[in-house]
């Protein structure tokens, strides 16, 4: 018996050391509380498997010290049942809220994704219409160039042809 409660110690401590790593502190310490009832509640119910089989009557029978001695124990062990039942209601409550902050952070995730995407899909248009602008501008300035260099030629053409046209009058008169 005392090797099944250095056993169950030793299962139940090795269990609390290999424990999650996200896991709170106070979702830890409850858990620990738990295990520390739970090996309490071994040894007793090791004692009342003792104290069942303890005779210390005349030819080994029980005495009535004996029957209260393991009522005793029994009582023992289910207020260290109750005990544990309250602890666990606490550890559940500790995992409820953590699911609940889980899905808190995903909900908030989601909304940040969804604004950074809004943000992103708002920017695209504006690049979109900054590049259209841009070409257009563009264009209107290749036109403008053309205008310019039609323009040029039409005054060195002009100035030719004026420039002609003196030369001829200077020649007629002289």
């Known amino acids: 018996m005392i090797r099944f409660f250095l056993l169950f110690i030793c299962l139940t401590s090795a269990y609390g050391a290999i424990a999650m790593p996200g ?7 409850q858990r620990l509380k738990i295990n520390s ?26 005495t009535k010290q004996d029957l209260r001695n393991s009522n005793d124990i029994l009582r023992e062990i289910i207020m260290s049942d109750n005990n544990i039942f309250r602890e ?3 550890l559940m409550n500790y995992k409820d809220l953590q699911v609940q ?12 994704i969804r604004g950074y995407m809004l943000s992103i899909k708002k920017l695209q248009d504006e690049n979109d219409a900054l590049r259209m602008e841009a070409a257009q501008i563009a264009q209107k300035s290749n036109t403008s160039t053309y205008i310019i260099i039609i323009l ?23």
């Open 23 to 29: 896991d709170s502190s106070a979702y830890q310490t």
């Open 37 to 62: 009832l739970l090996a309490e509640r071994s040894s007793k119910f090791g004692q009342y498997d003792l104290s069942l089989s303890a005779r210390t009557g005349i030819f080994g029978l029980q």
């Open 88 to 90: 666990l209601k606490i």
């Open 101 to 112: 902050e889980v899905q808190s952070n995903v909900s908030n995730t989601n909304k940040r």
């Open 152 to 174: 040029c030629m039409m005054l060195i053409a002009s100035g030719v042809f004026m420039y002609s046209m003196y030369s001829r009058l200077r020649k007629a008169r002289r």
